[in-house]
């Protein structure tokens, strides 16, 4: 089982990148994804997840700059991310789970994490 982000990238700040993270191996369409990011020095955390019916949920840094989305064909989850800031310079990497309400929000993740792509917005 694979799971392998892309689209990170060098942006100046108020920039766009879409990423995608595809997984092989097996399907993940029975559950919910989940979008994290771990910046230099600190922990990771949650950004974004979709559930298997396509409902959303994101933290409240990116609120209204992010959008996940999923094609389960392509056994593929994306994230739109717009006005990028500099605090948004970090890896990023999907994992599949379970939505936990909280609060906050996140994923309950189930042990499946793949190499992260890397996002650096620059001032």
């Known amino acids: 089982v694979q799971l392998q982000a892309s689209g990170g990238g060098l942006v100046q700040a108020g920039g766009s990148l879409r990423l995608s993270c595809a997984a092989s191996?097996?399907?993940?369409?029975?559950?919910?994804m989940g979008w994290f990011r771990q910046a230099p020095g600190k922990e990771r955390e949650f950004v974004a997840a979709i559930s298997r019916s396509g409902n959303t949920y994101y933290a409240d840094s990116v609120k209204g700059r992010v959008t996940i989305s999923r094609d389960n064909v392509k056994n593929t989850v994306y994230l739109q991310m717009n006005s990028l800031k500099p605090e948004d310079t970090a890896v990023y990497s999907c994992?599949?789970?379970?939505?936990?309400?909280?609060?906050?929000?996140?994923?309950?993740?189930?042990?499946?994490w793949g190499q992260g792509t890397l996002v650096t917005v620059s001032s």
């Open positions: 994992a599949p789970g379970f939505v936990d309400l909280g609060p906050p929000v996140g994923v309950k993740t189930i042990g499946y």
């Open positions: 191996g097996r399907s993940f369409s029975s559950y919910a």
